[in-house]
């Protein structure tokens, strides 16, 4: 995408995210990684008359996996206290689940996650509708005590909620300490660290990510008390598995967030050859009606897990109810709120 293009969309979201021109924003990249998305932000901060600064971090070195909560800043505390200073991080690197962005925020510094491709920023821009919606949603999730769900594929689970707070995210940031992903749309929260139990089945088409795979045959998993005792299936299980255990971390088989996507501008189905281009999977995690449901870290909401073993897996045609009262039927959201 061509820089005039990219700022205009930049501009679009920093307005979203409430940027007034007496604010100081810094945008941080690593690497020669998302530059071009840094001279965007900049632009688009000097057409709403904000200052705001460019931190680019060293480039990381290769690991094979996608090792959440590990990030350069761990050992910088000087540079972490240096962004503790700004009103808005523009996140280019991805902190999510670091002690540091969890510093950031503590500090009043609202933060934005931006590391998918332009082209999907700009099909997925933030709205004031898409945020009512989230925000609705959320508002029912935080008064239930129970979620239920299934399929027909063989889904049964239920989680014990009110152990930890809900999470929304709609794809901008306007209040102090405040994070969001750009694009998301979506709700979630997670349950009793013992508070889950059931079945879950992946099933064909549902999507594996940080493998940014679809599903081809059945896994099924079983849980116990909040952990996760097998999971069986093809050579997507297999593929699970031998994830799992290369971080020799059993916190990885735990049970973590939980939620819905709420955003119509979200397509399950691949937009571009090679399925999934770039970027983290915002888009299937995003896409209206999908369960949403994750293995591993749970410090995100409060809690007390920070293994680096992450996977977030969007569900199909599952059917949700929130203490015996139907959000979603058979992938369609059908509460009363929120059609």
Same mark, same amino acid.
């Given at each position: 995408?061509?820089?005039?293009? @990219? %700022?205009?969309?930049?501009?679009? =979201?920093?307005?979203?995210?409430?940027?007034?021109?007496?604010?100081?924003?810094?945008?941080?990249?690593?690497?020669?990684?998302?530059?071009?998305?840094? /001279?965007?932000?900049? &632009?688009?901060?000097?057409?709403?008359?904000?200052?705001?600064?460019?931190?680019?971090?060293? &480039?990381?070195?290769?690991?094979?996996? $996608?090792?959440?909560?590990?990030?350069?800043?761990?050992?910088?505390?000087?540079?972490?206290?240096?962004?503790?200073?700004?009103?808005?991080?523009?996140?280019?690197?991805?902190?999510?689940?670091?002690?540091?962005?969890?510093?950031? =925020?503590?500090?009043?510094?609202?933060?934005?996650?931006?590391?998918?491709?332009?082209?999907?920023?700009?099909?997925?821009?933030?709205?004031?509708?898409?945020?009512?919606?989230?925000?609705?949603?959320? &508002?029912?999730?935080?008064?239930?005590?129970?979620?239920?769900?299934?399929?027909?594929?063989?889904?049964?689970?239920?989680?014990?909620?009110?152990?930890?707070?809900?999470?929304?995210?709609?794809?901008?940031?306007?209040?102090?300490?405040? $994070?969001?992903? $750009?694009?998301?749309?979506?709700?979630?929260?997670?349950?009793?660290?013992?508070?889950?139990?059931? %079945?879950?089945?992946?099933?064909?088409?549902?999507?594996?990510?940080?493998? /940014?795979?679809?599903?081809?045959?059945?896994?099924?998993?079983?849980?116990?008390?909040?952990?996760?005792?097998?999971?069986?299936?093809?050579?997507?299980?297999?593929?699970?598995?031998?994830?799992?255990?290369? @971080? /020799?971390?059993?916190?990885?088989?735990?049970?973590?967030?939980?939620? $819905?996507?709420?955003?119509?501008?979200?397509?399950?189905?691949?937009?571009?050859?090679?399925?999934?281009?770039?970027?983290?999977?915002?888009?299937?995690?995003?896409?209206?009606?999908?369960?949403? @449901?994750?293995?591993?870290?749970?410090?995100?909401?409060?809690?007390?897990?920070?293994?680096?073993?992450?996977?977030?897996?969007?569900?199909?045609?599952?059917?949700?109810?929130?203490?015996?009262?139907?959000?979603?039927?058979?992938?369609?959201?059908?509460?009363?709120?929120?059609?």
């Amino acid at each position: 995408m061509d820089l005039g293009s @990219f %700022t205009e969309i930049c501009v679009h =979201q920093l307005r979203m995210s409430g940027v007034q021109s007496d604010e100081q924003l810094v945008v941080l990249t690593q690497g020669d990684d998302r530059l071009d998305y840094a /001279n965007a932000f900049m &632009a688009a901060s000097r057409v709403l008359g904000a200052s705001m600064v460019h931190l680019r971090l060293p &480039a990381p070195p290769p690991t094979g996996v $996608w090792a959440v909560g590990q990030t350069a800043l761990a050992s910088m505390p000087e540079v972490v206290e240096s962004l503790k200073a700004f009103d808005m991080l523009i996140d280019c690197v991805f902190l999510l689940f670091s002690p540091e962005q969890m510093a950031i =925020q503590a500090a009043g510094t609202r933060i934005l996650t931006v590391v998918e491709p332009p082209e999907l920023l700009a099909r997925m821009p933030p709205s004031i509708e898409l945020r009512e919606k989230v925000e609705a949603a959320a &508002a029912i999730l935080s008064s239930a005590k129970v979620m239920h769900v299934t399929s027909r594929h063989g889904t049964d689970v239920v989680y014990q909620l009110n152990a930890y707070p809900t999470i929304s995210e709609y794809a901008c940031t306007d209040e102090p300490g405040r $994070w969001d992903h $750009w694009p998301s749309g979506f709700v979630f929260t997670g349950a009793s660290d013992d508070g889950v139990d059931g %079945t879950i089945v992946v099933a064909p088409g549902d999507v594996l990510l940080p493998q /940014n795979t679809y599903v081809r045959s059945p896994v099924t998993y079983k849980i116990d008390r909040g952990l996760v005792t097998d999971i069986s299936g093809g050579l997507e299980s297999d593929l699970i598995n031998s994830y799992m255990a290369s @971080f /020799n971390d059993e916190r990885g088989r735990a049970m973590s967030h939980i939620g $819905w996507g709420m955003n119509p501008d979200a397509k399950w189905h691949a937009m571009s050859p090679g399925l999934f281009p770039g970027g983290m999977g915002m888009e299937p995690r995003s896409f209206i009606g999908n369960v949403l @449901f994750s293995t591993g870290p749970n410090n995100e909401l409060g809690g007390s897990n920070d293994t680096a073993c992450h996977l977030d897996i969007p569900l199909r045609a599952c059917s949700l109810l929130l203490d015996d009262e139907p959000v979603i039927l058979d992938g369609r959201i059908v509460h009363r709120d929120l059609i």
